[in-house]
């Protein structure tokens, strides 16, 4: 079963008299284990790709089946649940919580998880985690006490707490520089390896080599979907 | 559950993470609740003080006092005494609620001991004195019939004079002299405190009102009288008998004002009653309105967190947090600061009464159920004020929360 199935996937903003479509019948499926990396200019609509993937919107029409259950029609609450449960989220800008330690902010998606562990399960669920990104020793550490790609594995052990069927990774090295891009990278192709499935949105070709497969989004449509011919591995992988 | 107490967990965090604006915000909350606390202190003790007095007065107990007449369309007390000995008798006799009655002569004057001497009041009564306004002899006794008949030259001490002429000896079978008439001492009256007006009650020298009346004001007539009725039930039906016996004795039409006028202490306790809470709610309703300020108070903060924190509230969704978790959360922090600030303002409110109390010797009294209230109230405060700004915080986009810089 295909952990992402997208059938004619339309997305239309209403901006005043004009209509957007942002999305304009978009199909695609991924299956367990792959590693696909989204690009596209700006205003291609992979940004709105990623928002309805992610499930923090809605597609105007089309169906979305993630993980073999249909998400299109879901309601806020809903979203919320199989955000928690099935999606974990990197973002390029980290989105860690300030002056809250790294152990705190991986253990975030717990709180609203419906698992019932008990607070020190949750710890050492989340230690775990730190461990995999190769920071239980910064545990402690506030985000401003971490560099940038020290902050984005913090993010990254996050998405992975709840052991999601996707991670989904919005442009996760924008705002790291090309050492510690590549250190990212290398962790996202170890979780790769171990079996997750990865979903990267990105607009620089050379990140997008890290991956398995590349979908190349313009005016809405998808106009490239190849495997990568000659991947990118990062030697030292965290 | 758990989920609850883990939000709960956040939003504490969240306070303990803005100390100095936590402090500020509930600092709205703390006055308002210490003001309702020491006004409300304020309030019941003058009203507890109030009727305690008057409870001790006896409240089944009336005075009646002579001449109201009309000039010119205004009621005034003339001065004129149109009561006799005889209505006071009459009254005792033919009015059957009535209980006990005594003729009032009042007079003020210096009285001597030795070398020692006292300004008082002196109270020329009857022997039913001591059941009208139910006031015991503490040593010696009351005068009898006899000694007023004959107007006796003899006397009863209130507490207080007995103390700043005598200074803890017996002053019974000693004399005094008032007005330079040689008084014999004949008993010490029960201590009876402050009267609802602050007044000492017992600076005062009882004699009988015979002896006050004509030797030490040379009158044949009575200043006042007082009477009890049998029960305090009985108060409005011995009112009414009063006036209809005394307007017959005086010959006075249907429709003529009375040339007397009956006060009931039941009406002056009313008085007092109403008078001090009107003043209590006066004081609770300005201490009421500092709480609502320190409610928008945390209000404002509140909103102002919101915004703040609009990225934290888009990073907590997206990571699936629902609209509910978010409002809990807020919810909880508006809660918390009212709650902490609720129980910090009921310390100093209480402590302030101790203060009053202890400073200016002003009744307090605080009941459980005001503190009760002012903890509520604040409580009402925070999830009132707080609900509006956590559902804006709940009802966020997640996509636009994000981009929130």
Same mark, same amino acid.
């Given at each position: 079963?295909?952990?992402?199935?997208?059938?004619?996937?339309?997305?239309?903003?209403?901006?005043?008299?004009?209509?957007?479509?942002?999305?304009?019948?978009?199909?695609?499926?991924?299956?367990?284990?792959?590693?696909?990396?989204?690009?596209?200019?700006?205003?291609?609509?992979?940004?709105?790709?990623?928002?309805?993937?992610?499930?923090? #919107?809605?597609?105007?029409?089309?169906?979305?089946?993630?993980?073999?259950?249909?998400?299109?029609?879901?309601?806020?609450?809903?979203?919320?649940?199989?955000?928690?449960?099935?999606?974990?989220?990197?973002?390029?800008?980290?989105?860690?919580?300030?002056?809250?330690?790294?152990?705190?902010?991986?253990?975030?998606?717990?709180?609203?998880?419906?698992?019932?562990?008990?607070? #020190?399960?949750?710890?050492?669920?989340?230690?775990?985690?730190?461990?995999?990104?190769?920071?239980?020793?910064? !545990? #402690? !550490?506030?985000?401003?006490?971490?560099?940038?790609?020290?902050?984005?594995?913090?993010?990254?052990?996050?998405?992975?707490?709840?052991?999601?069927?996707?991670?989904?990774?919005?442009?996760?090295?924008?705002?790291?520089?090309?050492?510690?891009?590549?250190?990212?990278?290398?962790?996202?192709?170890?979780?790769?390896?171990?079996?997750?499935?990865?979903?990267?949105?990105?607009?620089?070709?050379?990140?997008?080599?890290?991956?398995?497969?590349?979908?190349?989004?313009?005016?809405?449509?998808?106009?490239?979907?190849?495997?990568?011919? !000659?991947?990118?591995?990062?030697?030292?992988?965290? | 559950?758990?989920?609850?107490?883990?939000?709960?967990?956040?939003?504490?965090?969240?306070?303990?993470?803005?100390?100095?604006?936590?402090?500020?915000?509930?600092?709205?909350?703390?006055?308002?609740?210490?003001?309702?606390?020491?006004?409300?202190?304020?309030?019941?003790?003058?009203?507890?003080?109030?009727?305690?007095?008057?409870?001790?007065?006896?409240?089944?107990?009336?005075?009646?006092?002579?001449?109201?007449?009309?000039?010119?369309?205004?009621?005034?007390?003339?001065?004129?005494?149109?009561?006799?000995?005889?209505?006071?008798?009459?009254?005792?006799?033919?009015?059957?609620?009535?209980?006990?009655?005594?003729?009032?002569?009042?007079?003020?004057?210096?009285?001597?001991?030795?070398?020692?001497?006292?300004?008082?009041?002196?109270?020329?009564?009857?022997?039913?004195?001591?059941?009208?306004?139910?006031?015991?002899?503490?040593?010696?006794?009351?005068?009898?019939?006899?000694?007023?008949?004959? /107007?006796?030259?003899?006397?009863?001490?209130?507490?207080?004079?007995?103390?700043?002429?005598?200074?803890?000896?017996?002053?019974?079978?000693?004399?005094?002299?008032?007005?330079?008439?040689?008084?014999?001492?004949?008993?010490?009256?029960?201590?009876?405190?402050?009267?609802?007006?602050?007044?000492?009650?017992?600076?005062?020298?009882?004699?009988?009102?015979?002896?006050?009346?004509?030797?030490?004001?040379?009158?044949?007539?009575?200043?006042?009288?007082?009477?009890?009725?049998?029960?305090?039930?009985?108060?409005?039906?011995?009112?009414?008998?009063?006036?209809?016996?005394?307007?017959?004795?005086?010959?006075?039409?249907?429709?003529?004002?009375?040339?007397?006028?009956?006060?009931?202490?039941?009406?002056?306790?009313?008085?007092?009653?109403?008078?001090?809470?009107?003043?209590?709610?006066?004081?609770?309703? /300005?201490?009421?309105?500092?709480?609502?300020?320190?409610?928008?108070?945390?209000?404002?903060?509140?909103?102002?967190?919101?915004?703040?924190?609009?990225?934290?509230?888009?990073?907590?969704?997206?990571?699936?947090?629902?609209?509910? #978790?978010?409002?809990?959360?807020?919810?909880?922090?508006?809660?918390?600061?009212?709650?902490?600030?609720?129980?910090?303002?009921? /310390?100093?409110?209480?402590?302030?009464?101790?203060?009053?109390?202890?400073?200016? !010797?002003?009744?307090?009294?605080?009941?459980?159920?005001?503190?009760?209230?002012?903890?509520?109230?604040?409580?009402?405060?925070?999830?009132?004020?707080?609900?509006?700004?956590?559902?804006?915080?709940?009802?966020?986009?997640?996509?636009? /929360?994000?981009?929130?810089?």
């Amino acid at each position: 079963m295909d952990v992402i199935r997208i059938e004619n996937l339309v997305r239309v903003y209403q901006m005043g008299e004009v209509e957007v479509r942002a999305l304009d019948g978009v199909s695609l499926s991924i299956a367990p284990g792959e590693f696909v990396a989204v690009m596209g200019p700006s205003g291609s609509g992979k940004s709105t790709f990623m928002n309805i993937v992610g499930c923090l #919107d809605r597609p105007t029409s089309g169906k979305y089946y993630l993980d073999g259950v249909d998400v299109s029609e879901l309601d806020r609450d809903d979203r919320a649940e199989i955000r928690n449960g099935k999606i974990g989220f990197v973002f390029q800008s980290f989105n860690l919580l300030a002056r809250t330690s790294a152990l705190d902010n991986v253990e975030l998606p717990l709180i609203y998880s419906s698992s019932g562990l008990r607070a #020190d399960e949750r710890r050492a669920r989340a230690m775990r985690c730190l461990e995999i990104v190769g920071l239980a020793n910064r !545990h #402690d !550490h506030q985000p401003s006490q971490l560099s940038g790609g020290q902050q984005q594995r913090v993010a990254i052990a996050r998405a992975l707490i709840n052991d999601p069927k996707l991670i989904l990774a919005d442009e996760p090295t924008g705002n790291l520089d090309t050492k510690t891009s590549e250190e990212v990278m290398g962790v996202f192709q170890k979780l790769n390896d171990e079996g997750k499935t990865v979903v990267l949105i990105t607009h620089e070709a050379d990140i997008a080599e890290h991956a398995r497969r590349v979908v190349g989004f313009r005016d809405g449509r998808l106009v490239e979907d190849t495997p990568v011919a !000659h991947r990118r591995l990062v030697a030292a992988r965290a | 559950m758990l989920k609850f107490l883990t939000i709960l967990k956040v939003g504490l965090k969240a306070i303990a993470r803005n100390k100095l604006r936590s402090a500020l915000t509930a600092l709205g909350i703390i006055i308002g609740v210490a003001c309702v606390i020491a006004m409300i202190g304020v309030g019941q003790g003058s009203q507890a003080a109030i009727q305690a007095q008057i409870s001790a007065l006896g409240t089944n107990f009336l005075m009646i006092f002579p001449g109201v007449a009309t000039q010119s369309g205004a009621r005034i007390f003339t001065g004129q005494s149109t009561i006799t000995e005889d209505d006071v008798a009459a009254v005792g006799t033919e009015c059957p609620a009535v209980a006990y009655v005594t003729p009032v002569s009042r007079s003020a004057a210096q009285v001597v001991a030795g070398n020692l001497n006292w300004g008082t009041s002196i109270q020329g009564v009857g022997v039913e004195w001591p059941f009208v306004r139910s006031w015991n002899v503490d040593k010696g006794a009351m005068f009898g019939d006899s000694e007023v008949r004959a /107007a006796a030259k003899v006397c009863l001490l209130g507490s207080t004079v007995a103390d700043a002429l005598f200074e803890g000896q017996d002053p019974v079978g000693q004399t005094v002299r008032i007005k330079n008439f040689p008084f014999r001492v004949i008993g010490v009256l029960e201590t009876k405190g402050g009267n609802t007006m602050g007044q000492d009650q017992d600076d005062v020298v009882i004699a009988p009102y015979t002896t006050v009346m004509r030797l030490l004001k040379g009158t044949t007539k009575i200043d006042m009288f007082m009477a009890s009725a049998v029960s305090q039930n009985a108060v409005p039906e011995a009112q009414k008998q009063i006036e209809a016996l005394l307007r017959q004795r005086h010959r006075l039409q249907p429709g003529q004002d009375s040339d007397f006028m009956i006060r009931s202490q039941q009406e002056i306790a009313q008085t007092a009653d109403e008078t001090s809470r009107t003043l209590s709610v006066l004081l609770a309703s /300005a201490a009421s309105i500092s709480l609502l300020v320190g409610g928008i108070g945390i209000m404002n903060i509140m909103l102002v967190s919101v915004t703040e924190r609009t990225r934290e509230i888009g990073i907590r969704m997206a990571i699936g947090a629902k609209g509910r #978790d978010i409002l809990t959360q807020f919810l909880i922090e508006a809660l918390a600061l009212s709650i902490a600030g609720g129980a910090i303002g009921i /310390a100093l409110g209480v402590g302030a009464s101790r203060f009053l109390a202890w400073k200016a !010797h002003w009744p307090i009294m605080l009941s459980p159920e005001a503190v009760g209230l002012a903890f509520g109230f604040s409580a009402a405060i925070g999830i009132f004020f707080g609900f509006y700004p956590a559902r804006k915080a709940s009802l966020l986009d997640p996509i636009e /929360a994000l981009r929130y810089e």
